[in-house]
């Protein structure tokens, strides 16, 4: 009905070789709708881009860890004891810096931890990640372990 009223509107004011080129085009009533349906998507899509983002970073800590471990076990054969394992057997941080990686160890038991730093600093599910000596796996956020761990 509208397009009818505006092709007869400009059938009367434009000659014939200007209505080709007034009827082309959009309408800003069609801009709009098709803005606000890109807002929706936009709104809808990007807490789920940025969840896997921080999902995918989780590997960092874990590959992190498991690495690290496997370090603070050699040390412990080569000197008997956990206790002289520092950061400086591996590394300060995860190999894509999104951990900051520290130890506790004692003679016989150390604990490893991978605190998140930078854009990871986000993730509340599964916040700081940690491994003992008998492998035990454990998170410091809301989530459970075995979803962070994965």
Known sequence: MVTAFRRMAVETIL???????SVSGF???EMVVALAIVAIL????LPSYEEQLLQGRR????TALVTFAQRVERHFLESGSYSGATTTIYRDNSD?????LSITATDNSYQLQASPTG?????????????NERGERGITGSASGAECWQ
Do not use: E, H, K
């Open 15 to 21: 000659p014939a070789a200007d209505r080709r080129l």
């Open 27 to 29: 309408t800003l009533i």
């Open 42 to 45: 936009v709104v809808v899509a």
């Open 59 to 62: 590997s960092d800590a874990t």
């Open 96 to 100: 894509r810096g999104y951990y900051t």
């Open 119 to 131: 854009a990871q600093l986000q993730d509340l599910r599964c916040n700081s990640f940690t491994l």
